[in-house]
């Protein structure tokens, strides 16, 4: 577990964050630019000092200002992957990578062969950082701090000086880093496309404070949240488990709540699989009768749980769909005339093809005995 609670003044700005995240996962640092993500981090990482606070990684206590306890930077095994790659441009990739590798404190957990694997880092040791693209440096950025035996992981916008083809080449590898080593990572960004697909838990800051947190399905239905979003943006973030491949029709079926979603099949994945769907509120259309002779394919049978005012003439309805919440945002009009209310019985509609681009592999829950790397 991760302990956070400190206090900067960085001239007219003031940071005072507190926060708790679960180890391992992957928790998102999530707000508008200027909201004091970086600073926090650098916090944590112990590269910036605050005025007052306490950091407490998996028991350890990291940072004490009442105390006087204050571990230096290159002792708290964290790594840190920056926005901009920060290669030695001298140095091979090998020789960056076997750099960190010598300055690691602690047990070694992870080796560098299995983080050349990992990254796909092979076919580049022997280049130089300027015969790399921008994806390929930021991966060997993600394997250097890797190799430094961290107890804990930080990216700070590691992507946003990518395009969106770089941008979408290292995304898989941070999924696969999330999933396979179980190192606690904490992300900033404030893409919630990335977000969305790496995050297990969501730290939402505004003008320097924590004003919301939780886990991400949770976090998905948060006003703050969801102000910040904007309306097109908006929707339930759930889990569910692959059923069964349809690969005639390039699809899966996918078990959510007590029902399931058909979901364009964007890789082969086998059954029990556990998939991320963002199932966004503009696309959900309501019925309260159950719909037949229809080409939607999903349908989803639940509760209205609460309805709440989304601005202008719209509403937002919560659907219980049998353990999962989902959001539809229909027009105030049609809320009355459906005279719908908590409680009612209502079918949820959407079209198949509207979940291409939001279905993701999710993170495979960690059994409890699993140690954390460096325990």
Known sequence: MLEVAVAKQLGAFGLDVRFTLPTPGAAALFGPSGCGKTSTVNIIAGLSRPDRGRIVLDGEVL???DRGIEWPAERRRIGYVFQDPRLFPHLTVAANLKYALRRAV????VSFDSVANLLDLGPL?????????????QR??????????PKLLLLDEPLASLDLERREEVLPYLESLRDQLSIPMVYVSHQFEEVLRLSTHI????????VAQGGIGDMSHDRRLRALLGPDAVGAIIDGAVIAEDAANGMLRVGVGRGELNVLAEAPMAPGTRVRVQLLARDIIVSTQRPTHLSVRNVLEGIVT????DGGHADI???DVGGAQIMAR???????????APGAPVWALVKTVSLSGHSFPARPPIPAATASPGA
């Open 63 to 65: 940072l004490d200002t």
């Open 140 to 149: 060997v950025a993600i394997g250097r701090a890797l190799l430094s035996q």
């Open 203 to 210: 730290v939402l800051l505004q003008s320097g404070a924590v």
């Open 317 to 319: 309805v919560s659907i």
């Open 106 to 109: 602690g047990q070694p957990f």
């Open 330 to 340: 229909i027009t105030r009009a049609a809320t009355r005339e459906l005279k719908l």
């Open 125 to 137: 040791m022997q280049r130089h950082p300027h015969r790399l693209s921008g994806g390929e440096r």
């Open 306 to 309: 609460t309805i709440d005012e």
